[in-house]
């Protein structure tokens, strides 16, 4: 099985939100739902020398994530109606809205907050534009972006051609929870996963709103 997955680099990222706003446009969504997310990860402070010289620690950097599809998800493990798959030749992670009972196991269990209930409560998230995928494209969100940010592909060969990288950066939690099919550079400024020296700046625009 090929594992498909994203290469993010945060040193190019300016989040503008393209890769969202594509998204939402591709996948017709309402404005609460949101299957790709921009975190604006925000912190530090100033110090007083006293002698009239300021310095400071400030940093702050942009997170573009979507549905990881993570070697052990933890939706698919959580799912109580098997609604949740992954693709055994793309290592994607789909959800069988036929399945789906709303029950949101999903929702509360996913560590990258993924995964949502619609209006008609069924669980909804990226599912990695499969239909685009099948026939040889690239999700949506990677040709939107306009800073070239986001690639697409093989997560080992990605791994491969991008020296460096890492599986999570803050405010993401650890990877060793899922194993994430994501390969991330991490800007000068980016902080460990778990890090408590920084806050989301725009936390209600990345919150999903309940159906």
């Keep these: 099985m090929t594992q498909y997955g994203f290469y993010f680099d945060s040193t190019r990222c300016t989040g503008c939100k393209t890769c969202e706003m594509a998204c939402k446009d591709y996948k017709d969504l309402p404005a609460t739902i949101a299957f790709r997310k921009v975190y604006d990860y925000e912190g530090g402070s100033w110090t007083d020398a006293g002698n009239g010289v300021y310095t400071t620690d400030t ?7 979507a549905c990881n ?18 693709d055994g030749k793309t290592g994607l992670v789909h959800i069988d809205q036929e399945k789906c009972t709303g029950v949101g196991a999903c929702v509360t269990s996913c560590p990258y907050n993924v995964p949502v209930l619609d209006d008609a409560k069924k669980a909804q998230k990226c599912d990695g534009c499969a239909d685009r995928v099948a026939e040889g494209l690239n999700p949506i969100c990677v040709d939107a972006c306009p800073v070239r940010a986001l690639e697409w592909g093989d997560i080992e060969e990605l791994r491969a051609a991008h020296t460096g990288t890492v599986a999570g950066i803050a405010p993401m ?7 994430p099919s994501i390969a991330i550079n991490p800007c000068p400024a980016a902080k460990e ?3 408590t020296t920084g806050a989301i700046a725009n936390e209600k625009e990345v919150t999903n709103v309940p159906a």
């Design 59 to 65: 940093f702050a950097y942009h997170v573009s994530l």
């Design 69 to 86: 599809h993570c070697a052990m998800p933890a939706c698919m493990a959580k799912c109580p109606s098997g609604a949740i798959e992954k």
């Design 173 to 179: 939690p650890s990877p060793d929870e899922t194993t």
């Design 193 to 195: 996963p778990g890090d």
